[in-house]
């Protein structure tokens, strides 16, 4: 890129081979880019939107409903497109469940301030307006919300449910949403008076076969490993378990060793010398009680053998995180020394049983007393419902938990959008300057949520705003569009809830996106040479700066 000085020379600032786009024209890239993602996830939104099939150049194949999947797998090289899906990621972190919602919302944001861009308001201007609208919208969406007791578990199957919708479960939405209660529920933990609940200790584990029914919580853990040894006991009741996080090996010396043996007794001798660090290991293992053990390291051929003839059922190679939720479903203390373990530092469950799952071995850890971690064993016919449903289950489990750490909900079916978008109107009024326009531009874009519900579901979406306004005006704040036979109805009647958060969150990252983008005026890139300009490039022994 060259400029001209003052007495007109030329200056190069930036090497040959860069892109630039200055003001407007940023602007309007950038807006566009942003705008297609959102495009492309707006048909998934709700119960009737549609799946993505995305085939990667590996040729592997996801098919998913789900927005911030559909934008991982996208590969996607856009900076401002990548901006958007930063969105729909932070979504996925914060709730589990909202990611299409954020993005469409990003997208839709974006389109309105390109109108007012048009009539020459500054992108400041409407930076300010988004945010006094977003801070106006949390404050109305927090008085409409609704405060829960987390001993309701109807309505907390009433949010799973809700968050599962349109995601390929629908015929055992019912029973998974039983199964993802529980399992928050059996995680929850008070601290200074608080709900507190980390979904990591749900661990969810998949297996093809069966059907959907046929996916099950276990009150303790699945480990997709086997015995290693056939020997063992397949099933063990009353088990006390020992976590081990060292090998059940002879240690390797730490540095290059050579050790000379010069007669047969000696070589005889040193053999001895194993075996009966092995055995002593394996006793000191069975002296403590333990009928069960979990290796994170290897276990030494030798080593299994004592422990089958101890009747005691050993699993190597287990992975950290796996023995971090083994401790907190059977109590157990994760030991690094065999010297140290204590009768004190073992795990109980009631059963630890090997069983076959669609012809695979895995470990069962089941009856434990209170598991602060359980296991949802996800069962489907394919590989792909099985994945897909593994998708709706950590949505359901993401809403689940924030709705018990916030204790507040607030109807779908679009009825907070249309409500916040009404109530925005009005502040609109009270702002003075320019703002005013972002802040109505704000409430407009809102309507994107119940807009597309209404498309998405074959319904005409005039119309369902229409009829949805109406109802608001005449106060009826959690009036939605029920997508089924498109007729505006009392969505917390109909147990169409979601959590508070879900809609703050969306709304937070989706203006702060739109913000974001809106402030580029110069977008400088490197341009990509084609495989003809590079190879030109190497015969005349030249690159271009990147």
């Known amino acids: 890129m060259a400029m001209l000085a003052g007495d007109g020379r ?107 861009l048009q009539q020459d308001i500054h992108p400041t ?19 409409i919300a609704e405060e829960i007791d987390p001993d309701d578990e109807e309505m907390l199957k009433k949010i799973a449910k809700t968050a599962m919708t349109g995601k390929g479960v629908e015929k055992a939405r019912d029973h998974l949403a039983e199964l993802v209660v529980k399992a ?21 584990e998949k297996k093809e076969g069966g059907g959907l029914e046929d996916t099950e919580l276990v009150h303790g853990m699945v480990i997709d490993k086997e015995r290693v040894h056939p020997g063992m006991p397949r099933r063990v009741e009353n088990a006390k378990i020992a976590l081990l ?39 000191k ?50 030991v690094t020394n065999i010297d140290d373990l204590s009768e004190e530092d073992l795990g109980e469950a009631e059963v630890v049983e090997e069983r076959k799952v669609a012809g695979d071995k895995m470990i069962f850890v ?24 593994e998708r709706a289950i950590e949505d359901a489990i993401g809403v689940v938990a924030a709705a018990l750490e ?20 009005d502040y609109a009024d009270k702002v003075e300057g320019r703002e005013q326009l972002a802040v109505e531009a704000f409430a407009d874009a809102l309507e994107i949520i119940p807009r597309t519900l209404a498309e998405n579901s074959g319904l005409d979406p005039i119309d369902v705003l229409v009829q949805l306004r109406a109802k608001h005006e005449e106060g009826e704040v959690t009036a939605g569009v029920d997508v089924y036979d498109g007729e ?39 341009r990509e040479l084609s495989k003809e300009e590079e190879e030109e490039e190497e015969e005349s022994g030249s690159s271009t700066e990147f």
């Open 10 to 116: 030329q200056v190069l600032i930036l090497p040959e081979g860069y892109q630039r786009f200055v003001g407007r024209d940023a602007q309007r890239m950038n807006i566009m880019a942003a705008r297609v993602v959102a495009e492309t996830v707006r048909t998934t939104l709700g119960p009737m939107g549609m799946d993505k099939m995305l085939v990667d150049e590996m040729g592997d194949v996801v098919v998913t409903n789900d927005g911030v999947t559909i934008l991982e797998e996208m590969d996607i090289e856009h900076p401002a497109a990548k901006m958007v899906v930063e969105v729909a990621k932070t979504q996925e972190d914060e709730v589990g469940d909202g990611t299409t919602t954020a993005v469409v919302l990003a997208g839709e944001l974006l389109h309105k301030a390109e109108d007012l």
């Open 125 to 143: 201007v409407i930076a300010r307006g988004f945010r006094m609208a977003v801070e106006k919208a949390e404050e109305i969406l927090d008085e």
């Open 184 to 204: 928050v529920k059996q995680v929850a933990e008070e601290e200074d008076g608080k709900i507190v609940i980390d979904t990591d200790h749900i661990k969810l």
């Open 245 to 283: 996080n060292c090998p059940i090996e002879v240690k390797e010396t730490e540095t290059d060793a050579e050790i000379r043996i010069t007669d047969p007794e000696q070589l005889q001798a040193f053999v001895e010398e194993e075996e009966r660090m092995l055995k002593e290991m394996v006793d």
């Open 285 to 334: 293992i069975a002296e403590t009680g333990a009928n069960v053990v979990f290796c994170q390291k290897g276990i030494d051929d030798l080593a299994q053998h004592y422990l089958a003839k101890k009747g005691i059922l050993a699993v190597r190679r287990v992975k950290k995180s796996d023995m971090q939720k083994l401790a907190r479903a059977t109590g157990g203390r994760i």
């Open 366 to 389: 089941e009856g434990c007393k209170d598991p602060k971690a359980v296991t949802i064993l996800i069962r489907g016919g394919t590989e792909h419902v099985v994945d897909e449903a």
């Open 406 to 425: 916030d204790g507040k909900v607030v109807a779908g079916g679009g009825a907070p959008e249309i409500e916040v978008a009404r109530q925005l109107r």
């Open 488 to 526: 505006i109805k009392d969505m917390m009647k109909e147990g169409v809830v979601e959590p508070l958060r879900v809609k703050t969150q969306a709304l937070a990252s989706a203006t702060e996106a739109a913000e974001m983008i809106l402030r580029i005026d110069d977008v400088i890139a490197a």
